[in-house]
């Protein structure tokens, strides 16, 4: 199993950034796919899940004003865009791979893998 992420990028505030993952190893639509992130000094915040079969999406509240979690089961790539990026959303971001076991109530802690980790930087 490999979850398999873009590279760093770097964002004036205020434009937006695309992250993929790229998944291998295992029937894609067969798990959830969470996004957490991490800022310096911070603990891991966690922005919410997609299921790739069907595109169903839960956000965490706090970001679903400016996040879209997609996923593309051609190619095995799920993807988390951001908008209107500001300097507190500098950090890394993860893809995590998810047992289905609740889609609602499910806790990311249940992933049992990880992408290695994307760089976002905003900064004028």
């Known amino acids: 199993v490999q979850l398999v992420q873009s590279g760093a990028e770097w964002r004036n505030p205020g434009a937006s950034v695309k992250v993929s993952c790229k998944a291998s190893?295992?029937?894609?639509?067969?798990?959830?796919i969470d996004w957490v992130r991490q800022a310096p000094g911070q603990v891991f915040e966690w922005m919410g899940r997609?299921?790739?079969?069907?595109?169903?999406?839960r956000y965490a509240q706090k970001f679903q004003d400016r996040v879209t979690f997609t996923a593309d089961t051609s190619t095995d790539t799920a993807y988390v865009e951001i908008s209107g990026l500001r300097s507190e959303d500098s950090a890394v971001y993860y893809c995590l791979r998810n047992p289905k076991l609740d889609f609602y109530a499910g806790t990311w802690h249940t992933s049992d893998f990880w992408g290695q980790g994307t760089q976002v930087t905003v900064s004028s």
């Open positions: 190893g295992y029937p894609f639509t067969d798990y959830f």
């Open positions: 997609i299921n790739p079969l069907g595109g169903g999406t």
